[in-house]
């Protein structure tokens, strides 16, 4: 997408405080929605063709986006990449229903995470579901003692910007795309 003037921001992962978001979270998850990882669910084959056609399906409506990868391509770019961490995949689950996921990915050579994705699939949006994935994973972050998270979003992605700002998420000047 050339000529886009990325909207890049970063959250300094120590400064963090989910507790003004835990009734967020509670509400998320006392409705029956239950979050986990990639990891604790499974990193099958299976259930990574499962995260592919629920991450094409979410990324649809993001401005500017074009066609999805094909199943080779999202395998080469996003599974095989060496930053690709099953435990940092928070998949949001409904009944049966893979309704949402949060990708953080890291490289272990620097000290940041990456948000790669967030999204909801249609019929759940508006519940608080993205905030609670991404609180989990921000947690993981910590877990992992990252310093900062970074992300990137068109500008017009006004529902995700405005998310991410909610977290605490600034402004950032670093170099994009290179992470």
Same mark, same amino acid.
């Given at each position: 997408?050339?000529?886009? !003037?990325?909207?890049?921001? !970063?959250?300094?992962?120590?400064?963090?405080?989910?507790?003004?978001?835990?009734?967020?979270? !509670?509400? $998320?998850? =006392?409705?029956?929605? $239950?979050?986990?990882?990639?990891?604790?669910?499974?990193? =099958? /084959?299976?259930n990574r063709y499962r995260m592919y056609k629920l991450n094409a399906e979410c990324s649809a409506d993001i401005p500017g986006r074009g066609e999805f990868h094909s199943w080779d391509e999202y395998q080469r770019a996003r599974l095989e990449a060496v930053s690709f961490d099953p435990s940092g995949v928070i998949l949001a689950i409904d009944g049966d229903q893979w309704i949402?996921?949060?990708?953080?990915?890291?490289?272990?050579?620097?000290?940041?995470?990456?948000?790669?994705? /967030?999204? /909801?699939?249609?019929?759940?949006?508006k519940r608080g579901i993205a905030i609670?994935?991404? $609180?989990?994973?921000?947690?993981?972050?910590?877990?992992?003692?990252?310093? /900062?998270?970074r992300t990137v979003h068109h500008p017009g992605n006004d529902a995700m910007i405005g998310l991410?700002?909610?977290?605490?998420? $600034?402004?950032?000047t670093w170099d994009y795309p290179s992470r």
């Open positions: 997408m050339a000529g886009v !003037e990325w909207i890049k921001l !970063e959250l300094d992962v120590a400064s963090f405080e989910s507790d003004g978001l835990q009734t967020d979270v !509670e509400r $998320v998850t =006392t409705s029956g929605i $239950v979050l986990t990882s990639l990891e604790d669910l499974g990193n =099958t /084959t299976d949402g996921m949060s990708a953080l990915s890291h490289r272990e050579a620097v000290e940041y995470g990456f948000a790669e994705m /967030t999204g /909801t699939v249609r019929s759940h949006r609670a994935m991404k $609180v989990s994973g921000i947690a993981y972050a910590k877990e992992l003692n990252l310093s /900062t998270i991410n700002r909610r977290l605490g998420f $600034v402004d950032a």
